[in-house]
């Protein structure tokens, strides 16, 4: 394992992390601030990238398809608040996982119906294709960094409007105690529904800036709504920073353990038990984290203010 | 009983003769038509289709009652299925499946009622051995040959050093399996990945170290459209080949277009291949469903023309079902790959071709033919099978 193959492997660490990132804040807020289970989050992700490529298909430009499908997710995150999830928020848990797991059947069924069942992909844009040398023979694609870059860049933002600005402010204080902040005479309906489309959107965007990495196909956004579920359950739920570091944590326990695992039991055991141990342990691990945390730390690493460690 | 009961009787006894002996032939189809692999089962039921209309909706001179039911994936769904189509249907034949483990979830049922089972894609080596079956025939392939045949275009190619590259599951293992049994050089690294793995930047890192000639690799459907498109992301189409089995097909390749273009194949047929039978036929496919067909299609093409030549022997009877046995095993049709026969174990004897990917003139992608490695290949399963 040379130092160079370590760094590239961090870097996409870093990189799934900020991705996770992007769909667990939107996930760690209704989560925290409503109290809502919303299986369909992953669902705005495979929205986002859907978007993209219909976008990318009818202007030809993927800059303006990024704000067009950003635009289009916000609408459709409060379009289905409006339609579904607010006659859902009084009643119990069993029932949203219902109503929200139906919504990703048909959501799911609807891409298919509508792109076909075929894997898609979007190329990224020309002044981000192409690969930066590292060493001599290891090269990474431009376009990742662009998603690091943006991915923190978003964070960053998100940081500042939930610590700094009014909006801010009620959205952790109704993470905490809503009922607090309803009876001091907030809209708390309307709080709702901006920290609900805002949450779709940066799902979306997450799944705007994946398309050209991974490919695009029905029911894409399963397996990582799963692991974002991780995220917000170790960073904290309702905890915005909690959920960033958990995201990097997972980012990156996930990317070096998949490549590091069978590396590691070859030292130890012969190759053929390694090969068939160590990719199963590899997929293991950030449920292991998780499991740990939970023993450790009930309520996250970084619980919302407010909520006893 | 009164007059009225009687005539009741009567016509009912009349249409249930009608049906007895209708002259219909009854053809049943299992085949995966949902989830993201639903491309696949749908090419099969198109190149089926294609042929059967060509032939104004008959084969062997008989009308064709086709019933396609979808198995989703799902062994319990695909055995509800095929089961209904033996006993509700009493179809005379069942064409399936796509996947392996669809085909062993509805083979007992099936060859146990004595109906005909044609297997337009799944070649597991299960049912090419000892367990092989009188009513069992597959026109496609046995799984492992694609993969041992892509070890041969490696010693071929003159790579010394391989890394190899499976999803962690039986068909992944096979295919690495059938590779290491017929590559001559070392396989530096071997890995298995997650089934439906999204992101191979890891893996990718690990390519680029090593040092490899080429990479080998089996990753069907989503898989390798991602693949691909971080494998030319990253650069490494620069410094090393990229061959593989069922990852840059005509059912992929709209999805990794240029990234793809020049990486090796094995398989035993591309839209290209040089007869006039494949050229009319890519040709018709194309003007009927607009896109380019891939190795499914033809597969499930040349199987309604192998029904249609057994049937047309046996002169539309398919009651005696040794005579439609004979008829079948003389594979007496003109396949769009070329010469075809089938082994003592139902499998296909044939041609593997080593393939590459190029884009047409008209911006579209598909493999192309390139030159034959291996003729008149049979697997290695056969020599077992007692029947």
Not at chain 1, 104 to 131: M, R
Request: some cysteine.
């Amino acid at each position: 394992m040379s130092l160079s193959l370590f760094l590239i492997l961090c870097l996409n660490g870093l990189q799934y992390g900020v991705l996770l990132f992007l769909i667990a804040a939107g996930l760690t807020l209704v989560f925290g601030v409503m109290g809502f289970i919303n299986l369909a989050h992953g669902v705005q992700y495979m929205v986002g990238a859907y978007l993209a490529f219909a976008y990318v298909q009818l202007t030809g430009s993927f800059m303006l398809a990024v704000f067009l499908s950003l635009g289009t997710a916000l609408v459709f995150g409060l379009l289905l608040e409006y339609l579904v999830f607010r006659h859902l928020y009084g009643r119990s848990h069993l029932d949203q996982v219902l109503a929200t797991f139906g919504i990703i059947i048909f959501l799911n069924e609807l891409a298919k119906v509508l792109f076909g069942p075929a894997t898609l992909t979007i190329a990224p844009p020309d002044f981000l294709s192409g690969s930066i040398q590292l060493t001599e023979t290891l090269r990474y694609p431009v376009y990742r960094f662009a998603t690091i870059v943006a991915g923190l860049a978003v964070a960053l933002g998100l940081f500042f409007i939930v610590s700094y600005t009014r909006i801010g402010m009620l959205i952790r204080a109704g993470a905490t105690t809503p009922e607090m902040v309803s009876a001091l005479g907030v809209n708390i309906q309307r709080l709702f529904m901006i920290v609900f489309g805002v949450g779709a959107m940066l799902a979306g965007f997450a799944g705007v800036i994946a398309a050209p990495i991974f490919a695009i196909e029905p029911g894409m956004g399963d397996n990582i709504l799963i692991v974002a579920f991780v995220v917000i359950i170790i960073g904290g739920i309702g905890s915005i920073g909690g959920a960033f570091v958990a995201a990097l944590l997972v980012g990156l326990i996930d990317t070096l353990g998949r490549s590091l695992a069978t590396t590691a039991l070859s030292v130890v055991f012969d190759a053929s038990f390694a090969n068939q141990v160590g990719p199963a342990l590899a997929s293991m691990l950030i449920y292991i984290l998780m499991a740990t945390i939970l023993v450790v730390r009930p309520k996250g690493l970084l619980p919302a203010k407010g909520v006893a460690p | 009983m009164n007059l009225t009961h009687m005539s009741a009787g009567l016509a009912l006894s009349a249409a249930l003769g009608t049906t007895a002996f209708a002259e219909d032939l009854k053809i049943g189809m299992v085949v995966t038509l949902s989830g993201p692999p639903a491309a696949l089962g749908q090419q099969i039921v198109d190149g089926f289709q294609l042929a059967l209309d060509e032939k104004g909706g008959m084969l062997g001179g008989q009308k064709v009652e086709l019933i396609v039911e979808d198995d989703e994936l799902k062994p319990d769904v695909a055995l509800l299925k095929a089961t209904s189509l033996v006993e509700r249907d009493e179809v005379d034949f069942v064409v399936g499946t796509v996947f392996s483990n669809m085909l062993a979830a509805i083979f007992k049922p099936i060859v146990q009622s004595e109906t005909f089972l044609i297997s337009p894609n799944a070649g597991p080596s299960t049912f090419a051995g000892k367990n092989c079956n009188p009513y069992f025939f597959a026109t496609s392939y046995q799984n492992n040959q694609n993969a041992e045949v892509s070890g041969m275009i490696a010693n071929a190619q003159g790579f010394e050093s391989i890394f190899a590259m499976v999803p962690n599951y039986q068909a992944g293992r096979d295919n690495m399996d059938g590779f290491k049994q017929t590559f001559e050089g070392t396989v530096t690294d071997e890995v298995f990945t997650p089934l439906g793995h999204q992101d191979f930047s890891a893996e990718l890192a690990r390519i680029s170290t090593s040092d490899a000639d080429a990479l080998f690799t089996f990753m069907p459907g989503g898989m390798g459209v991602r693949l691909v498109k971080q494998f030319d992301n990253a650069g490494l189409s620069e410094n090393m080949k990229f061959m593989s089995v069922f990852t840059t097909d005509e059912t992929t390749l709209p999805g990794q277009q240029d990234a793809a273009v020049g990486f090796l194949a094995a398989g035993t047929w591309a839209p290209d291949m040089p007869n006039e039978a494949n050229t009319a036929f890519v040709a018709a496919f194309e003007a009927k469903y607009g896109y380019i067909p891939g190795s499914y299609a033809m597969q499930a093409y040349d199987t309604a023309s192998l029904i249609d030549s057994a049937v047309a022997k046996t002169g539309g009877d398919v009651s005696d079902k040794d005579a439609v046995r004979a008829a079948l095993k003389e594979a007496d049709f003109t396949s769009l790959r070329g010469d075809f026969a089938f082994n003592n174990n139902h499998y296909p004897v044939q041609d593997f071709q080593m393939l590459n990917v190029v884009k047409r003139e008209d911006g579209k992608f598909h493999t192309s033919f390139v030159s034959t490695i291996v003729e008149d290949y049979a697997d290695s399963f056969h020599q077992d099978c007692e029947m």
